[in-house]
């Protein structure tokens, strides 16, 4: 019987966070759907063509150095406070640096798109991925443990935030900085909310790193050997006393 009640209470679980996922989806949909509506009316189109050029550069940047620490934590079983703060240190390091380079490539994709408006576009959307990393690594739990109701309001909430804050900037503004705005706005409630929601903080730490560097040889399906990896950190790091980077087991991986 145990077991039978112990199959009912995962079939549960398992069709309320499907349930959760649904709705994050559907109503992010929504909202995103009514904001444009709103915005059609109030701003120009020209003003959609700015924030469009600026988001594929963040986008992009993104895309290329996301290390995904998430995963990791969310399928390894025997998780330590270790590998939340060694996830949370690799993701911050990861944002940096992409938020450093989209600074400094802003002037190259305005040239790119022949607007110059872009270049300060980029320079304040690029804050979105640093907010990233600064947030609290350790609601990540809510998804692990399944606590779909935690983040569904973790994710309503920002998204209502950052909603009502571009619709009010567009009206105010009538500009395209109302969209840069309220995403900022959105983004730095969600920090907030993830240190309020949460009573762990991240700090500091690389200690988990070769653990990391093994979920990722996992995820890229590359044999995975201790000796290969204590030889790359000799010669690669600590030889010529160079920092460990976010995207650098990624990046060897790849190679």
């Known amino acids: 019987e145990s077991s039978q009640e112990s199959v009912t209470i995962l079939a ?15 109503l992010d949909r929504c909202i995103g759907f ?3 509506l709103i915005l059609a009316r109030l701003l120009a189109p020209d003003d959609f063509g700015v924030i469009a050029a600026a ?25 330590r406070d270790e590998h939340y703060h060694t996830a949370w240190t690799v993701r911050m390091m990861q944002c940096s640096l992409s938020t450093l380079l989209l600074w400094v ?20 959307l690029s804050l979105l991925i640093l907010m990233n990393g600064l947030g609290n690594i350790w609601i990540i739990e809510f998804q692990k ?3 779909f109701n935690k983040d569904f309001r973790f994710l309503f909430s920002r998204r209502v935030v950052g909603f009502l804050a571009t619709v009010i ?36 730490c690389l200690e988990e790193f070769r ?9 890229k399906r590359v044999p995975y050997d201790e000796k290969g990896l204590a030889y790359l950190l000799q010669e690669c790091y600590i ?15 790849d190679q």
């Open 105 to 124: 490539a802003a002037p190259y994709v305005a040239d790119y798109f022949k607007d110059p408006r872009v270049t300060h576009v980029v320079q304040a």
């Open 211 to 219: 653990e990391i560097f093994k979920r990722v040889c996992e995820a």
């Open 34 to 36: 009514l904001s444009t």
């Open 55 to 79: 988001s594929l550069a963040i986008g992009l940047a993104d895309a290329l150095f996301d290390a995904n620490v998430q995963v990791a934590l969310i399928k390894n079983k025997g998780v």
């Open 169 to 204: 900037s567009a009206y105010l503004l009538q500009s395209y900085w109302a969209m840069v705005i309220g995403s900022l706005t959105g983004r730095a409630f969600g920090v907030a909310s993830s240190y309020l929601m949460h009573a762990k903080r991240p700090r500091w």
């Open 12 to 26: 549960i679980s398992i069709f309320r966070s499907s349930l959760f996922t649904l709705s994050i989806r559907w």
């Open 145 to 147: 443990n399944m606590q």
């Open 239 to 253: 030889k010529p006393d160079r920092k460990i980077r976010s995207v650098h087991p990624r990046d060897i991986v």
